[in-house]
Structures are given as C-alpha cells and as structure tokens.
C-alpha cells in the first residue's frame, strides 16, 4: 500500500485520473437531466482536467506542491462550464494545502481534500445539495478520518472514494429533480471518476489508451467496408483565420460536400476534418476566412484496399506529428494598452449576433454558448485584448458565468462580470451601460438590473430522451424555453412560435427582436416576424440574423 506521495507520482495520478473522465466522458453527459443541446458536464470536465494533463506533460515535478501548483493553475484557466470551475475549485484548494511539501501523506492528502472542498464552497454563492459539493464534501470527511486509521494516501483516497460513491447513490434523494429522472448528479459522477483514476495509477494499473485526436482525424478502417467509405479522401487542414471572421458559413458548406466533418477553432486558427471528393474545393472555400497553413489529404479507398491486402496503409504521419505540436503551443496572451477607461466583452456564437454586440459598443467577442462553453483562458485572452482600464464581461449563458469569474485577479485590468444569462439579457445589458460613470461596480449593477426585464424565448431541440418539468420529451423533438424554463415541446416549430407569440400578448410586450439561427431560412424567419407581429400588434417586432447554432430562435421579449 501506497503510504507516500511525491511530484512525479502526483503527476501519474492525474493523467490517469484525466484519462479516466475522458473515457465515460459521454456516459456522465448522458447523466444530465435537462434535454437541451449544451457544453455537456461530463465534456466540460474531460476538457478542464485535459489542459491541467497536458501542462503536467511538459514538466517533470520534483515535489508534491509543485505537482499540484501545475495542476491547479492549468485547471483555473482551463475551467469551462460550472462544473468545470468547481473541479478546479477543488484542484485549488489542494494546491493551497500542499504547498511547499516535497511529499504527502495519507494525513495531508485528507487535508488537503477538505481544503479543496473549502474552497469551492466558498466559491459558490448558493451552494446546493445533491451535487458535486456534496460528494466531495462527504468524500473528504471520510477522508479525515481515514488517515486516523491508518496514515496511508492511497487508503485515504479508497476510503473517500467508497464514502463518495454512497453519497453518490444518495444524491437522487437530495434533488427532487434527479430523483424525477432517476439518475445520480453528473458532477459527482465525473469528480469519482478522477478520484478513481488517481486511486488506480496508486495501485500500478496501466494508464488507459486514449487517443481522441486521431480518431477524430483519421479513418478507422478496421471497421469499415469499402461499401461504407462514402467519399474518398480524408482532408485535415489548419488555417490561420483573420480576426473577426466567422467561420460559421464555411461549417454549413463543408456539410454540403462531404461527411465525418469536425472543426477545432480558438482565436487565432482553426482545424477542419472532413471526408469529401473534392479536396481541393474544401481547400480554396477555406482561405477566405483566413490563410492556409498547413493540409493533408489521405485516399480512403486505397488505404482500405492496403489495409485489406495486409499491407501498411500510406499516410501522412509526419504532418500528423507537425499539427500535434502545433495543438499544443500556447503563446502568452497579448495586452492591449488602456486607451479608454471602459470596455466591454461579450460571449456568443453566431456571426449576426457578434454584429449586434458590436455595433453597441463591445470590443471583443468570445466565440462560445452553448454546446461549447468557452475555457477561463479563452476569456481572458480577450480580456486582456480590450482597450480598457475596466473589462466589463458578458457571459450570456448561466453556465459560463463561473468562468468568466475566474478572470478577476488573474489581469491587470480590473474585471466586472454582469452575470447575463441569455443574448437577450446581454444585449439589453449594453443598452444600459453608462459610459460617463464614475463607479464601475454601479454601472455593472444597473446593467444587470436591466437585463432582468427582458424575457428570453428560445427554441431548439431535445438532445436526449427525458420527462422533464411534466413533458415526455423524445429525442429530436422540438423544444421552446422561457427564461431557461421548459414552456412547451411538439414535433413541429409553428405551434411552439404560436404559443410564444400568446405570452409576448399576455406579457404585454412592447418590444420583440428575433434572431434566427443558422439552419434557418430567411423566409422561415419571416413568418416567425409575421406569427409574433399578428400576436402583438402594439409591440415593435424586428427579426435579425443571428446565424447562432442550435437554437433555432433566440426571442427577446421587452
């Protein structure tokens, strides 16, 4: 039994315990109750833990603080979504404890869980049962006092393993929500994980085998007929994008010509696979949203026939080594000098929407929302870009409002979130900014108290079977919320738009802009105007492009 941990041994147990989530990464999204498309917990956390695996890779740790120092820096600025923020909470709170240890114990090692639970407590401002807190809080309990049984780490990290896991199953209980929908609190689920990898690579177990990147950009022809090779050659390229470019329309027309399509995107560059017949066309629409640096193309059918034959299939490996190293430079964000006292940063996803923030008056645009929720870092990479003494964020999501906090103390710009939830609400918020205020904290408060009077109506559509709120939900029915609320479900748009359009009457609305998303039609936008304008005769009804994924319409309702 492991009764002593250093560096290197800190750092085995995280990459394992990375590995670990990165593997039932799907399994914990299927644990989500809401059935709405989002940046799943399960994905958010594998994504948190990753940036804290990859930086571990890059360095050799002597010492246990310095293990968990990395640890816990990569992790705050990896943070995405609130689940991710609290794990890194958690990381924290452990660095906090074991700093300028060579070593730990099983008794330090309990310490420094309950720190860790300390932390993201104090983090959160209504901290509620049922969660991940409360799986770890119990966890490190146990902990505690397993290390006065027996000063062993990994008996300490078996015991709070085996306490979380009962609290765990009880979670169901705690939240009447889950319990509705029979499963155990996602979070929870994701944080055991980890704690399980970390307990496994203790015991010498062989770190899983997890290679994401090339199974998304590589054809796994061991599991495929010729007949299934739909198009022919498997095209990667990396492009460095100009600045304010959205790449949204080259998404909707590489998913014209081709299959298997993915893209990776940041803020300086972006990476497509695709299977297509035409390479070379996918190529030239690519470099008008910036330049391309570097391609591969790999013939699908002959590898599938060497393959066959018994022979080494032909690819581009040396490439592949070039773009893994390219993946995982970072490069020290650049700071903008303060050429004003305030500035303002908001986060979307959606060209027409980016244009809306912009024209009243924001100076940088995180791309993110739902279904991706942009990294801590990713933040405050435009944090740092905007001209201001004062950075006012938007985060236009409730689950990128943890995120967007981290920023504050980790610049020299003074950070203020306004803790918007929807574009709506962001939109309205900017609309009130009082430019010629003295106190910066005053004006954050009148715009978030303005964003409080607009009622957001969003449709979309259900990712995941579920019986949410009264309605049985089945996958890919449509779906329309209000004020993040489930408001009604059918197999069609029409009668949800008419039933939205009621309420905007009933909330005697005398404003409603509609932003229509990218899978829908300008005519079909139109009708949406025409269905809301008949409903609310008195109000003043717009429709705008928003070109935003999965939500078909954002509705603004003032």
């Not at 120092?69 to 943070?79: D, E, K, N, W």
């Not at 032909?314 to 995982?328: C, F, G, N």
């Not at 059918?490 to 009933?506: F, M, V």
């Amino acid at each position: 039994m492991t009764d002593r941990i250093s560096g290197s041994v800190f750092k085995q147990m995280v990459l394992f315990g990375a590995a670990c989530i990165t593997l039932e990464r799907e399994a914990i999204n299927d644990l989500n109750v809401f059935p709405v498309p989002d940046g799943d917990t399960g994905t958010n956390m594998s994504l948190t833990i990753q940036t804290a695996a990859n930086e571990l890779k890059k360095n050799q740790p002597v010492t246990v603080s310095d293990a968990a120092s990395i640890t816990a820096s990569a992790l705050l600025r990896g943070a995405r979504g609130n689940s991710g923020v609290i794990l890194s909470l958690l990381f924290r709170g452990v660095s906090k404890y074991l700093k300028g240890e060579e070593e730990a114990d099983g008794v330090q090692l309990a310490g420094a869980l309950k720190e860790g639970v300390t932390t993201a407590y104090s983090a959160v401002m209504k901290p509620a049962e049922g969660t991940v807190l409360t799986v770890s809080r119990l966890a490190a309990d146990r902990a505690a006092e397993a290390a006065e049984e027996c000063n062993s780490v990994e008996y300490v990290l078996q015991e709070a393993i085996r306490k979380g896991l009962e609290t765990l199953d009880e979670t169901i209980e705690m939240n009447p929500v889950l319990k509705k929908a029979g499963v155990v609190d996602a979070g929870g689920k994701g944080y055991l994980v980890i704690l399980d990898g970390m307990l496994r690579a203790l015991r010498g177990e062989e770190i899983p085998d997890v290679s994401e990147e090339k199974a998304e950009s590589k054809a796994d022809f061991s599991a495929l007929s010729e007949e299934e090779i739909t198009f022919t050659f498997d095209t990667v390229f990396i492009v460095r994008k100009w600045e304010n470019t959205s790449i949204e329309p080259l998404r909707a027309y590489l998913s014209t010509i081709g299959d298997c399509l993915v893209i990776g995107e940041d803020d300086e560059a972006f990476k497509v696979h695709v299977h297509t017949d035409i390479p070379g066309v996918a190529l030239t629409e690519a470099q008008k949203y910036g330049t391309l640096e570097l391609a591969k193309i790999e013939n699908m059918r002959t590898q599938y026939e060497a393959v066959a034959a018994g022979r080494k299939a032909q690819s581009t490996d040396d490439l592949d080594e070039i773009e893994r190293e390219l993946e995982s430079m970072e490069e020290e964000p650049a700071t903008a000098p303060a050429e004003k006292r305030y500035g303002f940063l908001a986060v979307c996803a959606g060209e027409g929407l980016a244009t809306a923030f912009r024209d009243l008056g924001v100076d940088r645009i995180v791309s993110g929302g739902q279904t991706m929720n942009p990294s801590t870092e990713a933040i405050l990479q435009e944090v740092n870009r905007t001209p201001s003494e004062v950075v006012f964020i938007l985060p236009n999501n409730k689950n990128i409002i943890m995120a967007a906090q981290q920023c504050v103390g980790l610049t020299e710009k003074q950070v203020i979130v306004v803790p918007t939830a929807t574009v709506p609400q962001g939109i309205t918020a900017m609309m009130n900014a009082d430019l010629e205020g003295d106190d910066p904290q005053a004006i954050a408060d009148a715009m978030a108290q303005a964003a409080q009077a607009v009622t957001t109506a969003q449709v979309t559509y259900a990712a995941r079977n579920s019986d949410f709120d009264g309605f049985a939900i089945n996958e890919g029915d449509y779906l329309a919320l209000e004020d993040g609320k489930l408001f009604g479900t059918d197999r069609s748009i029409e009668p949800l738009l008419s039933k939205l359009a009621e309420d905007a009457k009933a909330r005697d609305a005398e404003f409603v802009t509609i932003f229509y998303g990218e899978d829908v039609t300008e005519e079909d936008a139109q009708k949406a105007e025409a269905v809301f304008a008949a409903a609310c005769p008195d109000a003043e009804v717009s429709v705008l492009a928003g070109g935003q994924p999965v939500y078909y319409y954002i509705v603004s309702i003032e």
